[in-house]
């Protein structure tokens, strides 16, 4: 099963992957801040991960991986 | 014995560049200079070089950057606008303690000025030239010999030096003809190692970024402070000059490139008169030899310093000298080239008031 | 678990300094995706502008240059030439590449100079605090416009990708965007001519980016995204203004 990983600390909270970049709309920016001040984004259900990488490419940092 | 030809000093600066290996050459032409990229298209294409017409001197000093980055030898050539024109790549390549070597063959100025020689660069050529704390090894050929020997003697100090390196010539020094010759070794590029900072693809090592910026507070100040070191080294090491008949003399020329030639008949025809003047003719005009001056001016009450400028040198010479020795000036601005009966008029006024 | 995506070797681990919402780091990672897959990395040498990507030379993981502002294409002609083996780019922002650096990059064109040029156009000077840029639309505010770009008084944008079309030097130029997965793609893939055109010495390739700059747009970064697809690229059409290889055919 694909799943995304967040590198949190990495994110700048700009919210690009978290509009409708995610053909299964499973991003979204928390609420917490991480350690820069920035409401990372997270993944709401990673069981409906495609694995199609956009949320991966959108990203500026990259602070988004992908597994198989 | 080596092989002698009679050359235009615009062609023996090729010939000079050539032998001592550099095969990358960009430049725009402009008089009184233009036989140098002419003759160096022919014989970069004869012997598999780059020669590269640019769009400007501001392009052309950006590729010496590039080139002289990747771990090669590069020469430009220009006059004096268009060397006012590369003076930001300047700065950036002393910034980035890049060496590349670059020719003026100085004209008229300021601005558009004559293409008639001229000595109106010195303060441009030895006080850095562009913005920012910085200095260029700067030599001062005064024969066509010169102009074909100074080449490798300039890439050698660059590179010694990692620092940019300016040949300061004139207009009458690269137009005129003169015998040369063939002194040099020439030198094969590929037996030129590979310098420690050349951009080559980072395989089996290290990357390596060459850059003239430092943002991290106090960084760029040590930066500067690391330079100013080798700056005083070479101020240490590497002042060159030429002393004629100065043992005796009372009075002592100073006087570089073209300049030093017409003030050598002078002191001629003050010799045959029986009047003890010398010349000192520096060839570095950056380290400036002030050491044989300020030495100098402890038994040297009068010091003459002619120049193609409204007096420019003299005022290194005032330093070296320390206030212990008068200081007269002959110069001729504006592309005037002064003459030996002139000159030898001024030392017969000190001389007679001395 | 295996990798599919995630930072290329291309890149250093250094944490980029742009601003969040900002379409350089998704170009820097395409970049350092391609340096490893066409295996570049090694032989390649990168060149950083003036402006807010300055900090390229952290940023990518190959042998690096900062010339002064504008003469990226200056100084990659004199690496290349020196060095025909490496791989050169040169990546330039609009005040770089369009503004200051104009002479350089439509002579490297003109002499199609074997290298290759990333141009990202944001409409706007990012680093200095957004002034007008060269290709700063008209009516669009900057801190230099505050009324808008009067053409009046500031005259149109520069297309650059139309304008060097009108030589006959270059070999590719392509204009793409990075607000969009689909776009993204395509910039991938006009990246990946736009290298492997100079490993096949085919001469110049310009791949012009319209990148998001949503701090000094004054917009948050998913209004970005829209105002490229809504505004820019209206007046910046995407596609293809040069493909030699093609024209060969």
Known sequence: MPQVKILEEVCKGCGLCCDDVCPVNILILANRINSSGYHPAEVTDNTKCTGCGYCFKICPEPAIEVYK | MPERKLMYGNHAIVEGVIAAGCRFFAGYPITPQNEIPEFMSIRMNEIGGVFIQTESEIAAINMLFGAAAAGKRA???SSSPGISLMQEGISYIAGADIPVLVVNVIRGGPGLGNIAPAQSDYYQGTKGGGHGDYFTITLAPNSVQELYEFPKLAFELAEKYRNPALILADGLLGQMMEPVEFTQAPVDPDTLREPPYALSGCKGRERRVVRSYDLKPGKLEEMNWQRLKKYQKIQETEQRFEATACDDAE??????GTCARVCDAAVRIARAKGQKIGLLRPITLWPFPNKIMSEMSKRIKNFLVVEMNMGQMIDDVKLATECRSKIHFHGRPGGGVPTPPEIYEKIKTIMGGA | MKQLFGRPQGLTDVLQRY??????????????????KLDIRERAVGIAPVGCSVFAD??????????????????STGIKRARPDCFVFSYQGDGDLAAIGTAEIVHAAARNENITIIFINNAIFGMTGGQLAPTTLPGMRSTTSVQGRDIKTQGYPIKVCELLAGLDGPHYLVRTAVNAPKNIIATEKALKTAFVNQLENKGFSMVEILSMCPTNWGLTPIQSKKWIDDTMIKYYPLGEYRNRAKEER
Not at chain 2, 251 to 256: E, K, N
Not at chain 3, 58 to 75: K, L, S, T
């Open chain 3, 58 to 75: 952290e940023y990518f993981n190959c042998d690096m240059i900062q010339p002064p502002h504008g003469r990226g294409p200056a100084v």
């Open chain 2, 251 to 256: 009075l002592v020329i100073i006087a570089y």
């Open chain 2, 75 to 77: 020469m430009t050539s």
């Open chain 3, 19 to 36: 601003c969040p919402g900002c379409g350089h780091g998704i170009v820097h990672r395409i970049i350092g995706d391609l340096l490893v």
